[in-house]
């Protein structure tokens, strides 16, 4: 009984280090043109390292000079789980997208998006800015056409394959909730 205490502890003790070394370091997803280029580029990272912006933001439309954003959200254990994702400006507002394949179903599919729809609070990294905010699933039609307009202007070259779906999160302050 004693060794197993040992050894329990020593487990503990190791996993608490390697959680410790990956919160300094951050380990956060590579930055990659596309997913598709390497296997590494689809591997999930952990915290997100940046500076943390407090101001109100007004207008959004300054994330149109980036081809990307990472999320952070937090699995069902409370640990972060970051990804690199597709962002866009409608209205001065910020919107994140997640295509999904045909037969998958929100929020099935994308790890991420299954933190989502459990724990909307997010943060989000624009540059090496990072911003607090919650996520809110977009269902009126009209607002979801809208931003998926403006994603084909903003990625024209990226392809959309039949039978997929498109699924749009409005990015609000972390202390408001818009409901849709």
């Known amino acids: 009984m004693r060794?197993?205490?040992?050894?329990?502890?020593?487990?503990?003790?190791?996993?608490a280090l390697l959680l410790l070394t990956l919160r300094v370091t951050g380990f956060e997803p590579r930055d990659c043109p596309s997913a598709g280029?390497?296997?590494?580029?689809?591997?999930?990272?952990?915290?997100?390292?940046?500076?943390l912006v407090t101001t109100p933001i007004a207008d959004w439309s300054f994330t149109d000079q980036y081809q990307t954003v990472k999320v952070q959200t937090r699995d069902r254990f409370l640990l972060p789980h970051s990804v690199t994702t597709y962002c866009v400006s409608y209205?001065?507002?910020?919107?994140?997208?997640?295509?999904?394949q045909g037969g998958l179903?929100?929020?099935?599919?994308?790890?991420?998006?299954?933190?989502?729809?459990?724990?909307?609070?997010?943060r989000i990294k624009v540059g090496d800015q990072l911003f607090d905010r919650t996520l809110?699933?977009?269902?009126d039609p009209a607002e979801r056409a809208a931003v998926i307009r403006n994603k084909a202007a903003k990625y024209p070259k990226q392809v959309i394959g039949p039978g997929s779906f498109i699924n749009v999160f409005h990015a609000v302050p972390s202390d408001e909730r818009l409901s849709n």
């Not at 580029?41 to 500076?51: F, K, N, Q, S």
């Not at 179903?105 to 909307?120: I, L, S, T």
């Open 37 to 51: 280029v390497s296997w590494t580029c689809r591997v999930p990272g952990l915290w997100l390292r940046g500076d």
């Open 136 to 139: 809110v699933y977009v269902t």
């Open 105 to 122: 179903q929100y929020p099935h599919g994308r790890h991420w998006n299954e933190n989502v729809a459990r724990d909307p609070h997010v």
């Open 91 to 100: 209205n001065g507002q910020l919107y994140l997208t997640s295509v999904y």
């Open 3 to 15: 060794m197993l205490l040992k050894v329990g502890g020593a487990v503990l003790v190791c996993v």
